[in-house]
T-cell receptor, first 112, second 116 residues
Framework: EAGVTQSPTHLIKTRGQQATLRCSPI?????VYWYQQALGLGLQFLLW???????NRGNFPPRFSGRQFPNYSSELNVNALELEDSALYLC???????????FGQGTRLTVV | DQQVKQNSPSLSVQEGRISILNCDYTNSMFDYFLWYKKYPAEGPTFLISISSIKDKNEDGRFTVFLNKSAKHLSLHIVPSQPGDSAVYFC???????????????FGKGTHLIIQP
């Protein structure tokens, strides 16, 4: 069974541009979570989608947004990129109301 | 303010010995604790968890101990093997297993190195 897959693996953008990151959850999982891991920090919760709806968001500005599609895959969009947005972005999926999340390999976003 | 702290950025242990990774938390609302393991270029993988009603949970070579009064948990790996070399993240949630992973607060991780 395929795990959580993320694309692209690496992404280089210029400050001010927009970045789009994609995630496909494990089959049967309805919840998708996005986390940011900046250098030297732990994983910071960004967004939670379930059944196509945004259920919760972490302490990040509105230029971090996303959506979940009917097949439960998800996109994370980061607008007006700043140098500080350079980080590893991890997507995780879980069955509904489960705390045990399964992570993808991440997308390394570099803003120059 | 860091609510979940892993004060050792790295730990080196000889193969066959016990590895002990520590984690402290400050939020008394945390009710469920998890350990994740991460290899380079891979996402974290769930390792073991413990709820606040227990003080110990064991799974093969991995045991997690929880001391609620001290707000401290530890992960013991016995015996340590070369494949255990990875970054280990401690995570805490206010949901007692019935909530979502949006509640997870992670520590910064401890890089465990198993020496042959």
């Amino acid at each position: 069974e395929a795990g959580v897959t993320q694309s692209p693996t690496h992404l280089i953008k210029t400050r001010g541009q927009q970045a789009t990151l994609r995630c496909s959850p494990i089959s049967g999982h309805t919840s998708v979570y996005w986390y940011q891991q900046a250098l030297g920090l732990g994983l910071q919760f960004l967004l939670w989608y379930d059944e196509g709806e945004e259920r919760n968001r972490g302490n990040f500005p509105p230029r971090f947004s996303g959506r979940q599609f009917p097949n439960y895959s998800s996109e994370l969009n980061v607008n007006a990129l700043e140098l500080e947005d350079s980080a590893l972005y991890l997507c995780a999926s879980s069955a509904r109301d489960s705390t045990e999340a399964f992570f993808g390999q991440g997308t390394r976003l570099t803003v120059v | 303010d860091q609510q979940v702290k892993q004060n050792s950025p790295s730990l080196s242990v000889q193969e066959g010995r016990i590895s002990i990774l520590n984690c402290d938390y400050t939020n008394s609302m945390f009710d469920y604790f998890l350990w994740y393991k991460k290899y380079p270029a891979e996402g974290p993988t769930f390792l073991i968890s413990i709820s606040s009603i227990k003080d110990k949970n064991e799974d093969g070579r991995f045991t997690v101990f929880l001391n609620k009064s001290a707000k401290h948990l530890s992960l013991h790996i016995v015996p340590s093997q070369p494949g255990d070399s990875a970054v280990y993240f401690c995570a805490a949630s206010p949901y007692y297993s019935g909530g979502g992973a949006d509640g997870l607060t992670f520590g910064k991780g401890t890089h465990l190195i198993i020496q042959p």
